[in-house]
């Protein structure tokens, strides 16, 4: 099957304009994600798919394949959907444009997981986590799912429920694998209640009746949704660098 990763990257975000430029050690957060998905064995390419001319510029400047999508497309899911529309490609994987620290190898377990099972339209990403300051951060999406692993609901709000926060909480991680023909599909259903009320497009999903398969992964993440979000990626990565070059 051949599937590509497609790197949606909006430049004018509500909470952090300019969000996908914002410097990373020497590199735009934009360049981290795209090298990471590079190293992903399990994509023949990653495009950068960007409704901003300084974007596509940058994207260029680094060496990436980036195209130009317009303005009014309203979520990463259209802009992904409109990069491929006329690319022979069975699987797609829509990585978030604020993952810089997204593992190659996770990317690759969410797509094998959807090339294992035909009758999943698409997959993603979750993470055990214990951490308190997480469960409670409304910008921190939680999963829980069936034994078989197909998503059941997410929220912004701690579930399950638990008065102690003792119980599993997995925090949803930012890349959807699809099927071609169903991000088609996906991108003509209207957006559902929960959808509105929660903020999360994936809902619309499970609000229509499909199924998302939820892999859990041992390789952590953190979204870039504020300033302090970032802050904390930068002493990641810079602990990351100073660790590997004292070996």
Known sequence: MKTIGIIPARYGSTRFPGKPLADILGKPMIQH?????????????????????????????????AVLTSPSLSSGTERVADAVKDLEVDIVANIQGDEPLIEPKAI?????????????PMATLAYKTTKKEEIRDPNVVKVVFDKDNLALYFSRFPIPFSKEYSSLFYKHLGLYIYRKEFLAKLIQLGPSPLEKIEGLEQLRVLASGYRIKVVETEYDSIGVDTPEDLERVRALVSKKLKMQNER
């Not at 795209?34 to 400047?61: C, F, G, M, N, P």
């Not at 690759?108 to 999943?120: F, G, Q, R, T």
């Open 108 to 120: 690759n377990e969410a797509i094998e997981s959807l090339v294992n099972d035909p009758k999943i």
């Open 33 to 65: 994600v795209w090298e990471r998905a590079s190293q992903a064995k399990t994509l023949e390419k990653v495009i950068i798919a960007t409704d901003d001319e300084r974007i596509l510029k940058k994207a260029k400047e680094f060496g990436a394949e």
